[in-house]
């Protein structure tokens, strides 16, 4: 059997800089695939300085042009924005999808009419430049509703996106479900009077987790507690109940006051919720498909950074946000004057005595 010739790899590598694969096989009385395999190995192929180089400035590009593109939407197709962006760089993706089922958006019939195939090959990919996006313990909070499958049945977009969204390298936090309290009444079936939300995270947990913006009023604001080191002591929290995977946030019908021209608009309650949940003042907030700019309004209003794009709709952004402002404070929905009652009744003085 013929005897492994054990090759001084630090003189293969040096003659590499300077000679090529076959020149340096015939100097070492190898074959070229062996001095290839070195090479690889090592890291020193000799495109690698090249490979580097490319991938360096391919960086350095996407930062540029992050920073150009925050606070702004651009007009640009949802992937090759995405593209543009760096690696880990969001910490909250808030956006609603397209569900393929015709609707008509801007002058474009077939933007909502792809065939139900290539429209689930074209959600992989935006979900999984989504989740290369985002920062370690970002949040992507993907809304969706229901699609119409090559057969015409209708099937909901969470169910068919879940597995995506985890092969992607997401942590399945929650599924929200979204409560509508009225809409259409079809024939022969249930009238589906909700959508649903994804929430899923880059790694086992978001960054941030702020509940109080999210509570709800507590049922029994002064339920004590009946046994234990706390006995006879408020049970609930002043700030209200802890937050639910069920939302009733009223959608935007013909009269409402945020209704723009978009034909699917989703509510400013339900964006910012979100946004207050799973991100800090000064965070970075991406909306792939901002539509009539409802998370980007969000984001001024709470203090948050954004960045967007969308191929419609330029005009009806514009305007909108044009009138946003900073809010001067953040409500906490769970408070009501019942439970302010109750716990300033349970207030006690604190004087402080200087030491």
């Known amino acids: 059997m013929a005897q492994a010739i054990a090759l001084p790899e630090d003189k293969v590598v040096a003659m590499l800089g300077r000679s090529t694969y076959q020149e340096t096989a015939d100097a070492f009385g190898v074959s070229r695939g062996k001095i290839y395999s070195i090479a690889l190995e090592l890291r020193a192929r000799k495109n690698e300085e090249r490979i580097r180089e490319r991938r360096a400035e391919r960086k350095a590009r996407q930062k540029a042009a992050l920073l150009e593109m925050i606070g702004d939407t651009q007009k640009a197709d949802v992937l090759d924005w995405l593209d543009a962006l760096p690696d880990q760089c969001a910490n909250l993706i808030v956006t609603s999808i397209p569900y393929n089922v015709g609707k008509r958006y801007g002058d474009c019939a077939s933007a909502d009419a792809m065939a139900h195939a290539y429209y689930m090959g074209w959600m992989q990919m935006i979900i999984s430049e989504m989740s290369r996006v985002l920062k370690p313990g970002g949040v992507l909070f993907l809304q969706c509703g229901s699609t119409r499958d090559n057969t015409g049945q209708i099937v909901p977009l ?15 936090q929650n599924r929200v479900i979204w409560t509508i309290g009225h809409g259409l009444t079809p024939k022969g079936r249930l009238s589906g009077r909700h959508e649903t939300a994804l929430i899923a995270t880059r790694g086992p947990a978001p960054a941030v987790f702020n509940p109080d913006p999210a509570r709800t009023p507590q049922k029994q604001p002064g339920k004590r507690a009946y046994k234990g080191p706390n006995k006879g002591k408020l049970s609930g929290h002043p700030f209200g109940a802890w937050p639910s995977a069920v939302w009733s946030i009223s959608p935007i019908g013909h009269n409402h006051p945020e209704k723009t021209g978009h034909p699917a608009q989703f509510p400013e ?81 604190v004087s402080h005595t200087p030491k």
């Open 158 to 172: 969470d169910i068919l996106l879940h597995e995506t969204v985890t092969k992607t390298g997401l942590t399945h």
């Open 269 to 349: 309650e339900l964006a910012m919720r979100a946004i207050q949940l799973y991100t800090q003042p000064g965070d970075l907030v991406l909306d792939p498909f901002s539509g009539s700019g409802t998370v980007h309004a969000c984001c001024i209003r709470s203090g948050r950074s954004f960045a967007g794009c969308d191929l419609f709709y330029e005009e009806i952004r514009a305007k909108r946000l044009a009138g946003v402002r900073p809010d001067d404070s953040c409500p906490l929905p769970g408070v009501t004057a019942e439970s302010m009652a109750v716990w300033q009744a349970e207030a006690v003085a």
